[in-house]
Nanobody, 124 residues
Framework: QVQLVESGGGLVQPGESLRLSCAAS????????MGWYRQAPGTQRDLVAT???????TYADSVKGRFTVSRDDAKSIMYLEMNSLKPEDTAVYYC??????????????????WGQGAQVTVSS
């Protein structure tokens, strides 16, 4: 079981920055890949960035060069540094964790956990 809590959202003007945090608790040692997604009203939930257990990252084309995802496994926290924010970045941002537990033989468990979401509004 894993619980995820996002924080750091808010209202900013275009060009400003925000840093989102995703704090994980529970069986955090079984978390592998993680990621950030966002969803604006009337749209689908889209991938923003991913980060693997070893630190490899990917980004959506719309945020490349502006956003940076990182993780601190000692603190069980994933971050999303958002710079040069644009009005089109306005959305609810969700934290995702891929949970995998493998035991002896065929004993294994896999699940995906989501946070409650953090509102980010970019407006003048």
């Amino acid at each position: 079981q894993v619980q995820l809590v996002e924080s750091g959202g808010g209202l900013v003007q275009p060009g400003e920055s925000l840093r989102l945090s995703c704090a994980a608790s529970g069986r955090t040692n079984n978390i592998n890949d993680m990621g950030w997604y966002r969803q604006a009203p009337g749209t689908q939930r889209d991938l923003v960035a991913t980060i693997t257990k070893d630190g490899s990252t990917t980004y959506a084309d719309s945020v490349k060069g502006r956003f940076t995802v990182s993780r601190d496994d000692a603190k069980s926290i994933m971050y999303l540094e958002m710079n040069s924010l644009k009005p089109e970045d306005t959305a609810v941002y969700y934290c995702r964790a891929d949970y995998r537990r493998v035991g002896k033989g065929w004993d294994r468990e896999q699940a995906v956990f989501w946070g409650q979401g953090a509102q980010v509004t970019v407006s003048s």
